[in-house]
């Protein structure tokens, strides 16, 4: 019998996009925020770690903040820069924009009620769980197909990168949306594919060496709340 996994990557390393322009503010698919000069220098020192990680291909999400992540990974590891559109941040409706202390009460209460089992629940306007996993799981398994025995980077958005991890890792779902942990930027997944269509996580959300550096040298202000899935 076919191994299955020789159908897919070696590995695949799932990523969260560097630091926007207004890390403050509730983006969504709706915001189409390019990188500030800290997400940049962020998006930098990552290509540089990515690049001792070998991959033969990077994708991302076609909007700006993604791309323009993931477009110095690429050009380190002097690989093809792909892009799914599908893999777009979730939609928010009215919360696009808003400051993130405004949003916070909603987007909490909304992740409750998915953690709680209640998957189909969105406010107007806003993608629910199953929404987001219908649009975005097809999305990360045609881009991972499309490289068998590969070594792929992808970059997308926290939400996306949360409810990819807690739909393909085994023994994970929904109930675990807090437990998994936040996803900074850069926090990034080393998954490996098993025989029974599941993944496995070699490493879960941790941000690169160089990306922690970076925030260092920036210093950050604690009391300023940035968006984290």
């Known amino acids: 019998m076919t191994d299955p996994t020789t159908q897919l990557p070696a590995v695949v390393w799932l990523a969260r996009h560097a630091e926007t322009a207004v890390p403050t503010m509730f983006h969504g698919a709706e915001s ?3 990188l500030g000069e800290h ?8 290509a540089a770690w990515f ?3 070998r991959p033969t291909a990077v994708v991302s999400s076609a909007m700006v903040r993604a791309f323009d992540t993931a477009a110095p990974i690429a050009a380190a590891c002097g690989v093809p820069h792909l892009v799914e559109p599908l893999l777009h941040e979730r939609k928010v409706g009215p ?3 808003m400051p993130r202390a405004e949003a916070d009460q909603v987007w909490d209460a909304t992740t409750a009620r998915w953690a709680a089992g209640d998957t189909a629940f969105s406010v107007p306007g806003m993608e629910s769980f199953d929404e987001l996993r ?4 097809p999305a990360f398994e045609r881009a991972v197909r499309a490289h068998p025995g590969g070594r792929l980077v992808v970059v997308c958005h926290g939400v996306v990168c949360k409810v990819l ?4 890792l085994r023994g994970r779902g929904p ?5 998994i942990g936040k996803i900074p930027n850069l926090a990034t997944s080393t998954l490996v594919p098993e025989a029974d269509g ?4 070699e490493g879960l959300l941790f941000v690169p060496p160089p990306v922690l550096a970076a925030n260092a040298a920036a210093g950050t202000d604690p009391g300023v709340r940035k968006t984290e899935a």
């Open 51 to 53: 690049a001792e990680q």
């Open 39 to 46: 997400g940049k220098r962020q998006a930098l020192a990552a």
């Open 165 to 168: 991890l807690l739909s393909i």
């Open 95 to 97: 919360l696009s924009r």
């Open 198 to 201: 599941l993944w496995r996580a």
């Open 175 to 179: 109930g675990d949306w807090v437990n």
């Open 32 to 34: 189409d925020v390019a």
């Open 134 to 137: 219908a649009r975005t799981l």
